[in-house]
Every structure is written in C-alpha cells, then in structure tokens.
C-alpha cells in the first residue's frame, strides 16, 4: 500500500499535516446538478465535423456529459487519490505572504535514497503522476525505495492555495516555494526536478538559480529555432517541427486568451461545467498520441472544478508577455550549467530536437521516443520513469 512510504525523512525542518481528499456532498450535488441543467450548444457546422478540426464536436460533449451525469464516481475516484499519502505544509515566500503547498509523496527510508520533484503544468495537475507513484509503489517497499519522490500541487493549482491578491506572482516566485519545499523536507542537500509544460519552465528556474537542485529532466521545451543549434536535425526532428508549426496556427489561440483575457474566461470557464470540460478536455484530445480514457479526462476536469482552480492556474500566461520571460527555454540567463536531461515524446506539441534543447543547457542525457505526447507521465509512464532513472544513474553523484 502507498500508505506505507507516508514517514516524514528524519531531516525535515517543517512537519507536513496529513491531507485527505474530501469534496462535500454539497459540491456533488451542486456539480450533478449543474451537469444536468447545463445547455449544448446547436449543431453548426464547426461542432459537427468528424476530424474536430474546429474543436471538440458536439458528439464527442454529449458523450462526455451523459456519462458524466450517469456513470462517472468521483468518490470512487477519492478513495483511490486517499491511498497515496497526501500532506500541506505552510511555504513561505519572501514579500508575499505564506500559501499551503499540497503534495502527495512517496518517503524512502533508506539513507541514500535520492530526491526527485516531479512538476506538473497547464491543464494538468499532481494526478498525472500517479501512474508513476504506483508502478513505484509495485516495485519497491520503502526499505528498498531509492528515491523519495515529491509531486506537488503547484501555486493555484488542485489543493494549493492560489496566488496572492495583492501582487504580482510569476515562475520565478513558483520556483523559489518549490525549493523552499525540498528544502523544508530535509534535500537541501541536492535533489533532480523533472517537469514537462509549465513544469518544465519552474524545473528551468530551479536549476540554474538555487543550489540544492543537482540535476533537471525535462520532457518539453518550447523555444524558437536557435540562432547556432549544437548538432543536426533528422526525420523525426523535421516532422515535430511542422506539426508545431501547425499548432501554432490552429492550436494556440487557447494561450493567447489566458495571457491576455485571464479574468474573463476565469469568469467563462469558473461559472459552466460544460464550457469547462470543452476547453480542458479539447487538450487531452489533441495533445495526446493515443486519446485517454473518457474516466480519466472526466477525473482531470472534475478536480479543477471541485477546487475552483481554473481562474487561479492561468496567471503564468501572462508572464509569457513579459520582457523577461521567467523560466523561458531559450533566455541565456535560465541556462542550466548542472546536468541536464531531456527526453523527447513522438506527438508532443513542441519539438525538441537535441541540436536545439542542447543549446540550452549541459545536456547530458537525451531520448527520443517514439510514442507518448504532452501529457507523458499520463500517457507513458513506464517510459518517463524510466528515463528520469536512467538520467539520474549517468548524473548523480553521492
């Protein structure tokens, strides 16, 4: 049982408070409720093409909604989340006041075991990594357990509280709680982070300002093409470069909303379940290689309604706008002089060509894969722990 690697390390510094997912029924009733009185849209023309090249189609919603209405538990789905061991700890940020960080974790207790933070982005949240936490869990006890592993509920995310009211907040404000958690737990001494989306900007951060991270592995790295690439691109290079380049067109509009308009579709998306799944769950269909289970994406949609975290998960698009993009792949002050690790899934929507991400750091360790997509600890679990391992073995020194 997860349960079992539940024991705080001897050399944390601050005392994590258990947490257990508990929605009130009230919430439940009110989310049915919704669901049941909410209006579909008319067939047009856009909603009803077979390709959804326009979008989710109106079949795909009505699906959706009538198995969320008739099928889906979500209680089934908090007893499952309650078998990890979940905690808050109170993390301090200089200037801005104190916010509760939540994170499931999975505590060694051997002596030598590694730290590792696993960061989540954009729609996403810390149920991506559950896939890996019980492939964890099947292989090791926590005697046996090299790593402790650490996946946090980002700033404004799930069970975290959001941003503060009264000032700005970016990545770099991100990245500095972050490091603040690992060094609360006792891995101040050094501990690898791995992100990909958002993630992969805040593990950017972590590396190439703050001491205790020893290592990064990333799975995203979005940068135009650089200016004197370190190496050549093959086949596989070329084709996610297009169908970047094609997303870019037809894809992206979705960031420019959040960077620009955050508080209205905080409004928008905040006020309807249905409008909500349309545009988290129009990412897991189009960013994926191989579409996930409708329970799944119905799971990954219900905890941003039940936390009423969409308006607060956004604010990082705004910084994209920015003179100083924070955490940005391609700006030479967030190079990583530390080891550096990528590995690069078929259908990501970015490419990462090593002749690209190794102008971005001291890439050590590169893989190409040739399945998998943006959501990579949820689509390919076995394949990203693996890699991270492996880099890890190459990189870490005791």
Known sequence: MAAEFSTIPPGASVTPTPFTVDVAEEALDELNTLVKLSKISKPTYENTTSDAYFGVTREWIENAVSTWKNDFSWREKERYLNTF??????????????????????????????????LHGW??????????LSLLCTKYTPSTLPYHVIVPSLPGFAFSDPPPLDSEFDLGDVAEMMDALMVGLGFGGGYVAQGGDVGSKVARILGSRFEGCQGVHLNYCYMPEPKSPIGTLDDQDRIAIARSAEFAKTGGAYGSEHATRPSTIGFVLSSNPIALLA??????LEWTDATPPLDTILEAVTLYWFTDTFCSSIYQY???????????????????HKPLGFTAFAKEIVPGPKAWVATTGNLMFYRKCDVGGHFAALEQPERLLGDVTDFIEQVWKV
Do not use: C, M
């Open 123 to 132: 729609p996403g949240s810390f149920l991506e990594f559950l896939p890996i």
């Open 279 to 284: 545009w988290i769950g129009e990412k897991f």
């Open 85 to 118: 061991p979940q905690f808050t700890v109170p993390v301090e940020l200089a200037g801005k006041g104190t916010l509760s960080i939540h994170f499931t974790a999975l505590f060694s207790e051997k002596e030598d075991a590694i730290p590792v933070l696993f």
């Open 318 to 336: 705004r910084q994209t706008l920015q003179p100083v993009n924070k955490g940005g792949h391609a700006q030479a002050e967030y190079y990583i």
